[in-house]
């Protein structure tokens, strides 16, 4: 594992933290807005750095770990990618660096890495909130019909993060959910946890709040995009503010001994014309600014670069930093101010900088790489926006970046575009006034403050005089074109004044399933695990979710995929993309125009029984604003095809909608339809491991039903999804199985020949009821791990399986 030596050295924080840690991964549970995590009710599990309070991005191609603490990625020695593409780990650690001058006239950063002064509030709420485009709560101003989620006359003002924010009694009941996968957090670098454990730095009063977003269509998954709100939280006004974004980035084999030591790296600053096949106007061309520190491994060569090989570029973005068209407080631009790659190896500038001095320096240099790393090393950079003028207490300042992948430097570009065009965004009409956005005015000017007037000059002619703006509010007569192009706002989109981020192709979410870990055990679902089956249940979260661009409610139908033959790959979190094959489809207009006589029809799959529990708004407009919402075992469909016992699968319900593309126009004058054709949209199947599904075998009514699965075991004689990698939580990567237990609560206790107990099991099905499950499982599985934590060895032992006041005995045999 790497390890800094001056990360340990400044890692109280660290340490701290590190007591926490247990590796695993479990995927987060999409939520609706308003619901508190299950994670979040124990203070124990505070921090987002072990199980089960992981939050894997992992909608798309690239999976990443995100967390709570200030850091990206995987510093803490779990089983998983830092961030994962094609099998290859691409980073080790990431954060958000804050630079400012305080009252005392010095400069200070604070850091999540590598000194961790970034840390929630100690309070089980302060944990990372799951939410999705579409869900309850998350309306988008300028695309739902109804973005004043509560109605009170505010838009977006509730962030997502467990609290009532304005007051009102709600919470999340109005913040913006965007693409497939979003997390939401919020942490500090004032705590008393955070000075406690970083006695010599000297906190700037911040409060981030943290917004990650990861897409799952083609073309819009190898990204992921981040958003930071940087809050002065404290008395004193910061001066002179940078913003920062600090990688160290490890591409290679997660498995190959010092994989991070032989990586290159460069920074490219590319203008690019994208040209729009949907537009025929002067606006179809459009020159897109890239901006990326990337690095990627070097080929092995024997010599220099010895790390193991891997495909992939990977990138950090910059989007984006809060402007000001007057230049005054904030650039008037959006531009990278500071980059630089370094490495350890020496000491600042060419090697890490190791306090706040340095790492200001680094932010507020304004030097750019001029060329790429020289030589295979284990290389870290930061890049930065800014000077900020200044951050008064209770103001903000945003700032917005990106991870991005491809295979080569030309991949990497080609996703960086669709990233960079997804974070332009969509001009939208919010104000409802025709009198806005138009003739070019993409800016409207207000003054610096009551009394303080702004002044503006054109910057696209010369002679007009200087204009003095006294309004602190927008107004329609204060729209200027200050960027000089006419492009913007979309002159095809009359009215539309408001430039909205982050704006993508987003198919409906997925469904949630009884495959998650119930939210209300007064629900009661099936157990997915059958004998020889599996059983899969869901709701209808996905015909709740309006299409972000058209407004209305797209979905067509459901697929299930499967995947099979899963060994717990190094570093994998769950099935790589390639791992899925979908195994039925259910429609509400099947292909095969047999409508409810299909065998794909939704009404065969649909259980009437279940009653809505309340309605929700949609964000659609007419007739679909407001919908009814079904749980988990509204649907339900049972796979029985060539399933084993004992073996491991993952099944994911995908939601797609079908798009309507209009190939010819036609002539209606002349009788001539337009021809248009469908395609559908899709979201991607995901899965971690603590989502896989065991088929087991089913309770008997006989003790002398029980017997022991393999018989004799032997050590990699079984197929891949019985026998895995070990990995930290289950060493042996192995198992077997005692089958036919009776439906009751039994003690199955493992004895030595010589009589010694070797291990206890209890087998409750009381647990699965009290968790609102409906099980009819007889089987428990054994890790061949002793009581003392000790591997098994070879050899004959005896079993006794206690069922009240029933028992029944056995052996089976172990060869190693």
């Not at 094959?581 to 009404?603: A, C, R, W």
Request: overall charge negative; glycine content about 10%.
């Amino acid at each position: 594992m790497k390890v800094h030596g001056h990360w340990l050295a400044a890692g109280a924080a660290l340490a701290l933290i590190c007591l926490l840690l247990l590796p695993n991964q479990v995927e987060a549970r999409y939520l609706r807005g308003g619901e508190e995590p299950a994670e979040a009710r124990n203070v124990a599990q505070l921090y987002a750095i072990r199980p089960p309070n992981l939050f894997y991005h992992n909608v798309g191609l690239l999976e990443l770990l995100v967390t709570n603490i200030g850091i990206i990625g995987n510093p803490f020695g779990l089983d998983s990618f830092g961030a994962g593409w094609r099998g290859g780990e691409f980073l080790y650690a990431a954060s958000i660096w804050v630079g400012a001058v305080a009252s005392d006239n010095l400069s200070y950063v604070s850091t999540g890495a590598y000194s961790n002064e970034f840390l929630p509030e100690p309070d089980p709420i302060e944990t990372i909130y799951p939410s999705f485009e579409g869900v309850l709560g998350g309306n988008r101003i300028g695309f739902s019909t109804t973005p004043d989620d509560d109605g009170d006359g505010f838009t977006d003002e509730d962030f997502h993060n467990g609290k009532d924010d304005d007051r009102d009694g709600l919470t999340d009941e109005d913040f913006e959910a965007i693409s497939q996968q979003m997390f939401s957090c919020e942490y500090k670098d004032n705590t008393e946890r955070a000075i406690d454990a970083n006695p010599e730095h000297r906190p700037l009063n911040l409060l981030i709040q943290q917004r990650s977003f990861a897409w799952s269509t083609p073309g819009s998954n190898e990204f992921i995009g981040f958003e930071f709100t940087i809050w002065n939280d404290g008395f004193e006004t910061l001066r002179d503010v940078f913003i920062g974004f600090f990688v160290d980035s490890d591409a290679g084999p997660r498995d190959a001994e010092s994989y991070w030591t032989d990586d290159g790296g460069a920074y490219l600053d590319l203008d690019t014309l994208f040209v729009d096949p949907a537009r025929s106007d002067s606006c179809a061309a459009e020159t897109l600014n890239i901006e990326i520190c990337y690095m990627y491994d070097i080929p092995d060569n024997g010599q220099t670069a010895t790390g193991g090989d891997i495909d992939g570029f990977f990138g950090g973005m910059f989007m984006g930093h809060t402007t000001d068209p007057n230049g005054v407080f904030a650039p008037a631009e959006v531009g990278i101010y500071s980059a630089a790659f370094f490495s350890s190896s020496a000491p600042y500038p060419e090697g890490d900088p190791r306090n706040d001095f340095e790492r200001y320096d680094l932010l507020s240099s304004g030097n750019k790489p001029t060329r790429p790393t020289t030589q295979p090393s284990d290389y870290r950079y930061a890049f930065s926006a800014g000077p900020f003028a200044e951050l008064l207490p209770g103001e903000n300042l945003m700032f917005q970046t990106a991870f991005v992948i491809g295979s080569g430097r030309g991949g990497m570009a080609r996703n960086a575009v669709n990233a960079q065009r997804i974070y332009n965004g969509i001009w939208r009409d919010v104000d409802d006034r025709a009198d806005t956005g138009i003739d070019g005015k993409e800016t409207c000017l207000i003054a610096i403050g009551p009394g303080e007037p702004a002044r503006w000059s054109d910057p696209c002619t010369d002679l007009s005089p200087p204009r003095v703006i006294k309004e602190t509010e927008c107004i329609p007569t204060n729209y200027v074109d200050n960027d000089c192009d006419g492009c913007t706002p979309d002159p095809l989109c009359i009215g539309c004044e408001t430039l909205v981020h982050w704006v993508g192709s987003v198919a409906p979410p997925s469904p949630n399933t009884n495959m998650d870990e119930p939210d209300d055990p007064t629900v009661r679902v099936h157990s997915p695990s059958g004998h020889k089956k599996v059983i899969i249940e869901w709701d209808n979260a996905s015909e709740l979710a309006a299409d972000p661009i058209s407004g209305k409610i797209l979905w067509a139908g459901y697929k299930v995929y499967q995947a099979r033959d899963w060994n717990r790959p190094t570093g994998s979190i769950g099935p790589a993309p390639d791992d899925w094959q979908v195994v039925f489809e259910i429609t509400k207009d099947p292909k095969d125009n047999l409508g409810e006589d299909s065998p794909n029809h939704i009404v065969h799959f649909t259980d009437t029984t279940v009653t809505s529990p309340y309605s929700v708004l949609t964000g659609a407009g007419g007739p679909d604003s407001i919908k009814a919402y079904y749980p988990v075992g509204r649907y339900k469909y049972e796979d029985t095809e060539g399933l084993h016992n004992g073996m491991l699968y993952f099944y994911d319900v995908t939601a797609y909608s079908t798009i309507p593309d209009t190939l010819d126009p036609g002539n209606p004058a002349q009788g001539i339809e337009p021809t248009v054709a469908y395609y559908e949209l899709e979201s991607r199947p995901t899965a971690v491991e603590a989502q896989a599904v065991v088929p087991t075998w089913s309770a008997t009514s006989s003790l002398d039903d029980i017997y022991v699965v393999p018989n004799p075991y032997v050590r990699g004689g079984h197929p891949a999804s019985w026998d895995l990698n070990p990995s930290d939580t289950d060493p042996t990567g192995t198992k077997i199985a005692f089958a036919n237990l009776p439906k009751k609560k039994c003690e199955v206790s493992i004895y030595t020949m010589a009589g010694d107990l070797v291990q206890t099991l209890n087998h409750d099905p009381m647990l699965a009821a009290e968790l609102g499950r409906e099980s009819d499982s007889g089987t428990v599985f054994w890790n061949l791990i002793t009581r003392n934590g000790q591997d098994v060895v070879s050899g004959v032992y005896l079993y006794s399986v206690k069922c009240g006041s029933d028992t029944k005995v056995g052996r089976f045999v172990i060869i190693r």
